[in-house]
């Protein structure tokens, strides 16, 4: 079933029974999750809005998480997914953003986010406060990274798509919270995904542990005194776990590891698999498919010493790069459309700016990303053209019911023609109109005659 390497490595690292039983796991289907996105509804909430329809069975490390028994397409074609109510996620690689206590207020860095599951989870712990910055070096992968984030909409995230490196020269010493969930060998999907096994043959763990070195030195540069850096993988290979946490301590005497709750079948890190035996690597957590329900993973988490904070090497504009027309088109749009000033929807710490003909609201400074590669600046609001203001889908998700003076609440069966990109018959008042599904916004129409022209964003449709 393996590669006779991996064989051999797992049998010396779990002996004969216990390798049979990690076998076993793979003649049974790989458990499956669903995560529920808490800055729009809460878990228990959840339950009752799905609890007659299907046993909700609750994840032991995520608070937000449940498992799903069996098919989850009548997950990811429902009108609740497109409304960002949910992720679908493996469980065990929702304990990563558990794990990690972000705070409202932090200033959190996901360093590989692609393709977004651990960036919806810190969004949601943040709410409408602090600052997220998801990061993938890959351009391709960090679309799928944005659409996520906006998909659950998210109100403080920046998207980047930028080497570490890079960002460690812009930011040094200023993020509270840091989650690098590196790319690595991903022994512990095998079950998931087969293919996985040929990248393992090709490349194996020391390819992988050169990368993790380079991707946690950046990490812990950009670390504030004080703050906390969450490292995992889904390798069983301690080359890529316990000996690279214990590299990390070794190379940087002002970080230490914190112990992580062992719940739901999780167990100690091994300071027998280290070079020097180390007997805090017991802090870290290991995750093995046949002794808990979930794939295979490992997690870290360590805290540097409290010192003077660094501020960030960015550019400030306050201007915003915007005129006075452009924010006559917006607030324009404002009052006619929603039932608040716009500084009471919007988080309040963001400011707006513009970029070429987009609004957006921003959690950073205008200019501040100037030297990087950026895909989303805070939330793109619209765009002006023409002597108007078009709205976003992305800002159609930031919105709660009653933010709008117009808004109609589909059923499941007109929510799903809405996502197909379908016109809405009926006798819609004319103007910008917020399309709901449950009391939850999945975007915009524009109604004109009674009609209700779909404003969907195209990319996204069904």
């Known amino acids: 079933m393996f590669p006779k390497p991996y064989e051999e490595a797992m049998k010396a690292l779990l002996g004969e029974e216990q390798f049979a039983a990690y ?53 990811s074609k429902h009108p609740d997914y497109y409304a960002g109510l949910y992720y679908l996620q493996e469980p065990s690689a929702m304990a990563p953003a558990a794990i990690l206590p972000v705070e409202e207020g932090d200033r959190v860095l996901d360093l590989c986010a692609a393709p977004g599951g651990k960036s919806t989870a810190l969004s949601a712990k943040l709410g409408r406060s602090g600052l997220l910055v998801s990061n993938d070096i890959s351009p391709s992968r960090a679309k799928a990274l944005l659409k996520n984030l906006e998909l659950q909409g ?45 990248n393992w043959e090709q490349y194996g763990n020391a390819y992988y542990a050169k990368l993790q070195r380079e991707i946690l030195q950046q990490a812990v540069t950009m670390l504030a005194p004080g703050g906390m850096l969450l490292y995992s993988t889904c390798t069983f290979s301690p080359m890529e776990d316990e ?27 091994q300071p027998g698999w280290s070079h020097s035996g180390r007997e805090d690597l017991r802090y870290t957590a290991r995750f093995w498919p046949h002794k808990l329900e979930g794939q295979g ?17 960015i550019v400030r504009d306050g201007r915003g790069g915007f005129g006075a027309q452009d924010l006559l088109l917006f607030e324009a749009f404002c009052q006619e459309t929603l039932t608040k000033e716009w500084q009471q929807i919007l988080p309040p710490h963001n400011t707006l700016q513009k970029l070429g003909d987009k609004l957006y609201a921003s959690p950073l400074p205008h200019g501040a990303l100037s ?20 709205p976003s889908q992305a800002l159609a998700m930031t919105l709660s019911r009653g933010d709008c003076k117009r808004e109609v609440d589909l059923n499941e069966e007109d929510a799903l023609r809405y996502l197909k990109g379908e016109t809405l ?29 779909n404003k969907y964003l195209k990319s996204w449709l069904m």
Not at 243 to 269: C, F, N, R
């Open 425 to 453: 018959q009926g006798s819609f008042p004319d103007g910008w109109t917020l399309v709901l599904t449950g009391g939850f916004p999945l975007g915009w129409g524009k109604a004109v005659k009674g009609l209700l022209k």
């Open 371 to 390: 030297s990087l590669r950026v895909l989303r600046n805070g939330v793109l609001l619209g765009e002006l053209k023409k002597g108007r203001f078009e």
């Open 297 to 313: 993973h490992f997690a870290a988490l360590l805290q540097k010493k409290d010192g003077a904070q660094t501020q960030p090497a």
């Open 154 to 198: 998210a109100t403080q995230a920046v998207v980047l798509a930028e080497a570490p490196y890079k960002l460690a020269q812009h930011f040094p010493g200023w993020f509270n919270k840091i989650l690098v969930d590196a790319p690595c060998s991903g022994e512990g999907m095998f079950h998931k995904d087969k293919s996985i096994m040929k």
């Open 23 to 75: 076998c076993q796991t793979f003649e049974r289907d790989y458990w499956q999750g669903l995560r529920v996105n808490t800055a729009k509804i809460s878990p228990q909430a959840f339950a009752r809005r799905y609890g007659d329809q299907m046993p909700l069975r609750p994840v032991p490390w995520c608070p937000a998480g449940f498992y799903l028994n069996g098919e989850t397409k009548q997950f």
């Open 243 to 269: 000996q690279m946490v214990e590299w990390l301590l070794e190379s940087h005497e002002e970080l230490s590891l914190l112990p992580i709750a062992k719940v739901g079948g999780m167990e100690d890190g």
